[in-house]
């Protein structure tokens, strides 16, 4: 299951899971006038999911609703028995100066990036200890979650509070054979970056701060998905493995700044 997948990241997530053999559920969330390209989107990543000789699965929920959550959770259950991996994709950004954000739009931001990441991880591993136990839950945070970002206090904020329930899930169920692991994009080419991938003054100035000197594509983040999901990483659990191109290595540290020999 993949929250938020019916676009950028998560729907390529979705479809490199599926190219790996997995039956996928794909997670969305309408609302007003994206409806009809969110539709559009959906149907794109089904049709390749079944291309793939894999089954596709359209769950909508809220994942900010707890009833939603477990009424979603129940329903792929449901259809297929069991699950095996959690993606927690579903992410939302509300820019403003910290001091004139909204109570509104601050519980906003946590309530979909963390409560419902945790909404979320908790039903999933209800159901790995109801079987056998093993599952793999990963997080989609960013880099921002320990890099800060002026005018997103609160999304800066719910990624760092992803970094700890990573941690603390992966501690509490590492003996039931639960690994639970994070990715922390940095700039990457997706539907909401939009703004600055379209203008060529804004995007150099986005990839003048990556040391790889570009920015990273939903596929890559796909790719590394599909790592933690498989069995070549069944030692890893905890950690959040930074996906950027060199975005947390303190770039303006290239020219060193010392003055000593």
Same mark, same amino acid.
């Given at each position: 299951?993949? &929250?938020?997948?019916?676009?950028?990241?998560?729907? @390529?997530?979705?479809? #490199?899971? !599926?190219?790996?053999? /997995?039956?996928? %559920? +794909?997670?969305?969330?309408?609302?007003?006038?994206?409806?009809?390209?969110?539709?559009?989107?959906?149907?794109?990543?089904?049709?390749?999911?079944?291309?793939?000789?894999?089954?596709?699965?359209?769950?909508?929920?809220?994942?900010?609703?707890?009833?939603?959550?477990?009424?979603?959770?129940?329903?792929?259950?449901?259809?297929?028995?069991?699950?095996?991996?959690?993606?927690?994709?579903?992410?939302?950004?509300?820019?403003?100066?910290?001091?004139?954000? &909204?109570?509104?739009?601050?519980?906003?931001?946590? @309530?979909?990036?963390? #409560?419902? !990441?945790?909404?979320? /991880?908790?039903? %999933? +591993?209800?159901?790995?200890?109801?079987?056998?136990?093993?599952?793999?839950?990963?997080?989609?945070?960013?880099?921002?979650?320990?890099?800060?970002?002026?005018?997103?206090?609160?999304?800066?904020?719910?990624?760092?509070?992803?970094?700890?329930?990573?941690?603390?899930?992966?501690?509490?169920?590492?003996?039931?054979?639960?690994?639970?692991?994070?990715?922390?994009?940095?700039?990457?080419?997706?539907?909401?970056?939009?703004?600055?991938?379209?203008?060529?003054?804004?995007?150099?100035?986005?990839?003048?701060?990556?040391?790889?000197? #570009?920015?990273?594509?939903?596929?890559?983040?796909? %790719?590394?998905?599909?790592?933690?999901?498989?069995?070549?990483?069944?030692?890893?659990?905890?950690?959040?493995?930074?996906?950027?191109?060199?975005?947390?290595?303190?770039?303006?540290?290239?020219?060193?700044?010392?003055?000593?020999?």
């Amino acid at each position: 299951m993949i &929250t938020g997948s019916s676009t950028g990241i998560g729907q @390529a997530i979705a479809i #490199r899971l !599926a190219q790996e053999g /997995a039956n996928v %559920a +794909i997670n969305y969330l309408t609302e007003g006038k994206e409806a009809g390209i969110t539709g559009k989107m959906v149907r794109h990543a089904c049709q390749v999911i079944r291309e793939a000789g894999c089954k596709d699965l359209v769950v909508q929920a809220d994942v900010s609703s707890e009833d939603q959550v477990v009424k979603m959770f129940d329903e792929v259950i449901g259809k297929w028995d069991r699950l095996d991996i959690l993606v927690n994709n579903a992410g939302i950004q509300k820019p403003s100066p910290s001091h004139e954000t &909204t109570m509104e739009d601050f519980d906003k931001v946590i @309530a979909v990036n963390l #409560r419902g !990441a945790y909404l979320c /991880a908790r039903e %999933a +591993i209800r159901h790995f200890l109801s079987r056998e136990g093993d599952g793999v839950i990963i997080n989609i945070s960013s880099v921002h979650q320990i890099i800060p970002k002026p005018k997103y206090i609160s999304y800066s904020i719910s990624k760092a509070g992803m970094a700890n329930l990573t941690r603390t899930l992966a501690l509490e169920y590492a003996d039931k054979g639960v690994r639970v692991n994070a990715i922390g994009p940095g700039a990457i080419i997706t539907p909401i970056n939009r703004a600055w991938i379209n203008d060529p003054k804004s995007r150099a100035e986005v990839e003048s701060h990556i040391p790889m000197g #570009r920015a990273g594509t939903a596929e890559e983040i796909a %790719a590394v998905v599909a790592f933690l999901s498989s069995d070549d990483a069944l030692y890893i659990t905890g950690q959040t493995i930074y996906t950027c191109g060199g975005l947390t290595l303190y770039p303006d540290f290239r020219t060193p700044w010392s003055s000593g020999e």
